[in-house]
């Protein structure tokens, strides 16, 4: 079936450096791929909608200059967290959808565990 | 705005047990209904529901829609400590986008 590759699985980084986050389309185009985030104990939050080629859409409340996202191909999606801080950490998921017509669902990569310290 | 409500935001019960989760939504344009199970890691697909009234079942576990009323529920049946999880409604739209809007998630505990 369809498998979003997310990398890193975990990563722990400094204060005020840059991390970032990859998801590859293993055996699908990914026109469009969504990035989550997902604070302890709650739902997954919709940060933006990347769509290949162009500039990604972002939620309101969600700052672009900071969480960069780039959808350069139609089987890569990159999240960068710039400057990272503490309250940065957090669990980041990238989601794309597959399939096309009435019969479609969504693909998960496994998620990113950020910790800044 | 767009809006999609768990219920309860937790529960626990013990093994055996059958239980039932809930999830209304109110939203423009709606196309599907999708439950998640998040254990660990990343959500796994459960469910995706398009049709009211039709049960959708896997094992212990079934889902219904009613779109009159928007809201689906999830059963799970004979509840195992294999089950515990947060529990995830998702509601997809009719846009270009495509995304999904999540629900505040149900924890569900099963004790042995």
């Known amino acids: 079936g369809a498998v979003v590759s997310q990398h890193p699985s975990w990563v722990i980084c400094k204060s005020g450096t840059s991390v970032k986050i990859e998801c590859r389309s293993l055996?699908?185009?990914?026109?469009?791929m969504f990035w989550y985030r997902q604070f302890p104990k709650q739902s997954l939050m919709l940060m933006a909608t990347s769509n290949e080629g162009s500039k990604a859409t972002y939620e309101q409340g969600v700052e672009k200059d900071k969480f960069l996202i780039n959808h350069a191909s139609l089987t890569l999606s990159t999240l960068t967290v710039t400057s990272a801080h503490p309250e940065d950490s957090s669990f980041y998921i990238c989601?794309?959808?597959?399939?096309?017509?009435?019969?479609?669902?969504?693909?998960f990569g496994s998620g990113t565990r950020l910790t800044v310290v | 705005e767009d809006k999609v409500v768990q219920s309860p935001l937790s529960l626990v019960v013990h093994e055996g047990d059958t239980v039932t989760l809930n999830c209304s939504y109110e939203?423009?344009?709606?196309?599907?209904l999708l439950w998640y199970k998040q254990e660990k890691k990343a959500p796994t697909f459960l469910f995706m529901l398009t049709s009211s009234g039709i049960e959708k079942k896997s094992g212990r576990l079934s889902s219904i829609l009613d779109k009159k009323e928007l809201f689906s529920i999830l059963n799970i049946t004979a509840t195992q400590t294999g089950d515990s999880a947060i529990y995830l409604c998702?509601?997809?739209?009719?846009?270009?986008?495509?995304?999904?809007?999540f629900g505040g998630g149900t924890r569900l505990m099963v004790k042995p």
């Open positions: 989601s794309a959808r597959v399939g096309t017509g009435p019969f479609y669902g969504y693909t």
């Open positions: 055996d699908f185009q990914a026109t469009t």
């Open positions: 939203v423009t344009n709606f196309r599907s």
């Open positions: 998702a509601v997809g739209f009719n846009n270009a986008g495509n995304m999904l809007t």
